[in-house]
């Protein structure tokens, strides 16, 4: 049984090489409530950064990135691919979303 509103962490490696995320696969909607990112994509970057809770990604200067939608937004195709499945965000949902920008 799960305890309401627990965290439920899954660290991924990311197919881009030798990166990885820790995300919440249970994030909570009162976590994406307010969230007013402009559009649709933006909005998705911006959940996706609310569910992840550390990663392996450094700035030029060797600490650590900040998780931002904007840096989410950096991510390659292939990393989105895999952390959208983690959510348990699918191919129609996010082809949905697309079809009301």
């Given at each position: ?72 937004s950096l ?27």
């Open positions: 049984m799960s305890v309401l509103g627990a965290p439920k962490l899954r660290k991924i490696t990311l197919p881009s090489g030798d990166d990885w995320i820790e995300v919440n696969i249970a994030l909570p909607a009162k976590d994406m409530m307010g969230i007013d990112a402009g559009t649709d994509e933006e909005k998705s970057f911006a959940i996706i950064a609310a569910a992840i809770k550390d990663w392996s990604f450094t700035k030029a200067d060797g600490t650590k990135a900040d998780i931002t939608a904007e840096n989410v991510l390659s195709t292939a990393d989105m691919i895999v952390i959208n499945q983690a959510l348990g965000f699918t191919s129609e949902m996010m082809a949905a979303t697309q079809k009301k920008s």
